[in-house]
């Protein structure tokens, strides 16, 4: 049974990273000029939304999600509802919490959501697509031993790296080196980009070497 969710989560993360890089390299094919550093909001944008769409799918395709209670229309469109409030809470949240670390509070302000916005869709959309709109969910399983399946591990793993992928891509930027990825945001959103895709490719080796300390039930 290990076995098979492990496989089951590496296939899906390694399609999710795939996204990523399909999102690097499609856009040079219709943007002129097209390059991380000279474009950086539209592969931002283009890795946002490509991430976002490929979750989606396939945690659907997989039925990770937890099952709803009740079917009718009103209740998928309340749920749908609260899922994108809660998303962009998660992006005006993100982006306070920046802007108090000491980003630019009007200079720059739109490259400063649209970090926000990748953080939220690297790490708020997981939570939302494994758990759902439910905020007790959400709070179980970031407090210690929190975790109930394999999937909740991977969100931690992967909601830790990427945040921690950010704040320490912040640190080369006021040094005086002159790069062109020293603009902001462009490194912290690589780092965040580099953190996440670390943790998709850590959950599934963590968890398969610590599976004989792993007690929860398997969903």
């Known amino acids: 049974m290990w076995d098979v969710e492990i ?8 399609i999710i990273a795939s ?7 499609m856009p040079a094919v219709f943007v ?13 944008y283009c890795m946002a939304g490509s991430v976002a769409v490929v979750n989606i799918a396939v945690f659907w ?16 469109i309340n749920r749908l509802f609260r899922s994108c409030l809660y998303f962009i809470l998660s992006c005006l949240f993100f982006h306070t919490v920046v802007v108090l670390y000491g980003a630019p509070l009007l200079e720059s302000a739109l490259e400063t959501f649209s970090l926000a916005v990748l953080l939220s869709t690297l790490t708020t959309l997981r939570c939302l697509c494994i758990l759902g709109p439910n905020v007790q969910a959400w709070i179980r399983v970031f407090s210690r031993d929190g975790a109930m399946s394999v999937w909740d591990t991977s969100l ?6 990427s945040v921690i992928g950010a704040w320490l891509g912040a640190f080369p930027i006021p040094l005086d080196w002159d790069r062109p990825w020293q603009v902001w945001p ?3 959103t690589l780092g965040a980009t580099t953190g996440f895709l670390t943790g998709l490719l850590a959950a599934p080796v963590w968890i398969h ?10 969903k």
Do not use: D
Not at 209 to 218: A, C, G, N, S
């Open 61 to 76: 395709l997989l039925g990770i999600s937890p099952p709803t209670k009740k079917h009718t229309v009103s209740y998928k």
């Open 32 to 44: 002129e000029n097209f390059s991380v550093y000279g474009t950086h909001m539209v592969w931002l």
């Open 209 to 218: 070497w610590h599976r004989k300390q792993l007690t929860y039930k398997l």
């Open 7 to 14: 496989r089951g989560m590496a296939s899906a993360h390694a």
């Open 19 to 25: 996204s990523i890089f399909m999102a690097t390299v």
């Open 186 to 188: 462009i490194s912290c």
């Open 156 to 161: 931690q793993i992967t909601t830790g790296c």
